[in-house]
Nanobody, 115 residues
Framework: QVQVEESGGGWVQAGGSLRLSCAASGTSFPINGVAWYRQGQGNQREWIASRVSGGATNYADSVKGRFAISADNAKNTRYLHMNSLKPEDTAVYYC?????????WGQGTQVTVSS
């Protein structure tokens, strides 16, 4: 059974950086794609970035130029590098991995950016 574990959230001052990890276990199949979402308090969950293997990487305007997706296929892990963080980036961040055309969600990780 595929499991997805997120990690890397925490507290950071405005202007700082964090790296979120999204690791798949329980499968020998590769990750075909990843999408990152976030949900701030009182807000709906919003898409912020995605990448399909062999395809384009796309970012929401709110994070473009500050966030970046990377991959470590040997570890079956995807990362979200977050730079120049702002207080409005405060949210619970979720990753979604696509493996064999099925979606698997992480449990979410809290990111708090103080001004």
């Amino acid at each position: 059974q595929v499991q997805v574990e997120e990690s890397g959230g925490g507290w950071v001052q405005a202007g700082g950086s964090l790296r979120l990890s999204c690791a798949a276990s329980g499968t020998s199949f590769p990750i075909n794609g990843v999408a990152w979402y976030r949900q701030g308090q009182g807000n709906q969950r919003e898409w912020i970035a995605s990448r399909v293997s062999g395809g384009a990487t796309n970012y929401a305007d709110s994070v473009k130029g500050r966030f970046a997706i990377s991959a470590d296929n040997a570890k079956n892990t995807r990362y979200l590098h977050m730079n120049s963080l702002k207080p409005e980036d405060t949210a619970v961040y979720y990753c979604k991995l696509i493996i064999r055309q099925r979606d698997y969600w992480g449990q979410g990780t809290q990111v708090t950016v103080s001004s």
